[in-house]
């Protein structure tokens, strides 16, 4: 017997008990007893339909994998961008006026010291030269001549001796004529140098650049700057790198080689991966730009092959921190807090707890920390927007490993601090 049955024959019961000729009226029983069936329905409704709270299950806590951080001992440098400069720079000028008669070079050549250049006519300077010679001969025979009567008369005696005023003036006669052949004879050798100057020799060796005058050109060499430029000469090697530095760089610079003394530095250019040029500093300026604040500083590199040329651009690193011990971690793993840089990590109990650090430069895909973790904390390593500040995880053991393609363009701390860092050697 189903419910429906059940409360029709109560209904019905109650019914049969009144007069068949007498009008219905309700009684206080009929309405207790259908209070009493909406009440069974309504319990019977609820527990069919509701869920028990006994039986019901607490959310599972979310799954993260947490490592200790990755101890390495690394280079910190920082980074700067310069311009390659030659270490010295000639610019060929005639010293001697004239015709230039022969080019003995190829635009672009490699050049050695004292290697002929430029020839400028000769000849009318061979005839002054040829000219001063025998002036040097007429000057050379005037002074004998003199030496002559001078040594007649000095050993005379007695009634052959002549006055002393003569005497003093065959004297006079030596030493002039001494004078004018050390005359002609500096007229001898300035004439000699005019024609040695007809052959423009390279002063250094190093890159030559290409001529700035044809062979028939007239080319002047007045002293200074109005002499004609000829060419130029580039030396290569070694070549400097030139950079300026910041005022907060430059003094933790300092700091840093007077403690380690480590000045080396390495340099990679515009289409380069790498750091392959290695150099070290040679020269820093006597004073900070008050315009700019900022301070210049040369570094000195091989360049055997004369690749590098003065102009070109690169970008250097110099190792100012030396070899530290540091903790590197993904990079993902540092998270930002409104101002503040944090790495959430896993205590004893398997809570998630924030702890802010100072980050420093990436290391082959890696970020290094500075401050704020230690080598024994639980760095969470995945499943980051599951953990949350005092939450409970369920920690899995993870391990933190240099990545197979290693991402160095990430975004550096603001600040004085080192913007890269390399695994020691």
Known sequence: MNMQTTIDTFFAREEGEGDATSPRKPRPRTWAAGGL????????????????????MAPAMPPVAAAQPL??????????????????MVEVRPRVSGAVTAIHFRDGDYVRKGQVLFTVDPRPYRAALEEARADVAAASSALALARSDYDRVAGLSGDEAMAASEVEQLQTRVRSASAALNA??????RRALDVEFATVRAPISGRISDRRVDIGNLVSGDNGAGATLLTTINALDPIYFNFDVSESLFLKAQRNMAETGDARVQVRLQDEADYRWDGTLDF??????????TIRVRAVLRNPDGFLRPGMFGNMRLADGGKVEALLVPDDAVQSDQARKIVLTVDSQGTIVAKPVEPGPMVQGLRVIRAGLSPDDR????????????????TKRGQI???????????????PVASQATLAN
């Open 37 to 56: 069936a909406l009440a069974l329905i309504a319990g019977l409704g609820w527990h069919f339909l509701s869920d028990n709270p006994a039986e019901a």
């Open 71 to 88: 101890v390495r001992e690394v280079t910190e440098w920082d980074d700067y961008i310069g311009q390659f400069a030659p270490s010295q």
């Open 184 to 189: 002609a004879r500096a007229r001898a050798d």
């Open 284 to 293: 820093t300026d006597n004073g900070l730009d008050p315009h700019s604040g």
């Open 379 to 394: 760095v969470v390593i995945s499943n980051y927007q599951m953990a949350v500040t005092g939450a409970k995880v369920d």
């Open 401 to 415: 490993a240099f990545p197979q393609a290693a991402a160095t363009t990430q975004a550096q701390p603001a600040g």
